[in-house]
């Protein structure tokens, strides 16, 4: 079946460094969703890229879907400790349904 | 947007018992599904929750073990059913096609279960 791989597992950056995430799933996506999930809380959608090589801005988050549809990234910028948690990205399978990624847990020392 | 409430939050159950939890959306919403998260591990999609009929459930989970029902596009119901150790986990609830947000899932807080 489809798998959905982030690397790193974990980062750990000083605040104001700066954090990449990747994505990379075995099967070209017709579109990729991204979550954030802060600890002891539950997923929260953060945004979803559908074309080729789109890139799209959150305030310090960058998005981007890959040329191929099989990749995808999350950048901040400038991290702050309000960017703790782990980032999920998600893609949909042969059934529509979404699979979601092994997730990159991001912790900021102060 | 959607606002999900789910309960009970959190129960310790003993082997062998079952136990409901309930999912509480407060509009209609056009897909509904159950998750199970082990700490500090990604999510897995139990099953989709189908208005009326049947629930669709993904590979390694059975409807005998995992009963759920959906009266409405409100509510769901997940069963957790003969608990064992293995079946400590957080269980989510997601819905997906609220008004306004056709795509994005929103997901409840989530129901800490331990069996012991």
Redesign the interface.
């Known amino acids: 079946?489809q798998q959905v791989m982030q690397i790193p597992q974990y980062q750990h950056v000083q605040e104001g460094e700066d954090f990449t995430t990747y994505c990379n799933s075995s099967t070209t996506l017709s579109?990729i969703?991204w979550?954030k999930q802060r600890p002891g809380?539950?997923?929260?959608?953060l945004i979803?890229l559908v074309k080729s090589g789109e890139v799209k801005k959150q305030k310090r988050l960058t998005f981007q879907f890959g040329e191929a549809k099989k990749n995808s990234s999350l950048h901040i910028t400038a991290t702050q400790t309000t960017d703790v948690g782990t980032y999920?990205c998600a893609g949909p399978s042969g059934n529509e349904?979404?699979?979601?990624?092994?997730?990159t847990?991001l912790t900021i020392i102060p | 947007s959607a606002v999900i409430s789910q309960k009970p939050s959190r129960d310790i159950c003993q082997r062998g018992t079952s136990l409901t939890i309930q999912c509480q959306v407060d509009s209609q919403v056009t897909m509904m599904f159950w998750y199970r998260q082990q700490p500090g591990q990604s999510l897995t999609l139990i099953a989709t929750a189908n208005q009326g009929s049947e629930a669709t459930y993904e590979s390694g989970f059975v409807i005998d073990k995992f009963p759920i029902s959906r009266p409405n596009l409100t509510f769901s119901t997940l069963t957790v059913s003969n608990m064992s150790p293995e079946d400590s986990s957080i269980y989510l609830c997601s819905v997906e096609g609220a008004a306004g947000s056709p795509y994005e899932q929103y997901f409840g807080p989530g129901t800490r279960l331990t069996v012991t």
């Open positions: 079946g579109n969703q979550y809380g539950h997923p929260v959608f979803q999920f349904k979404l699979t979601f990624g092994t997730g847990r």
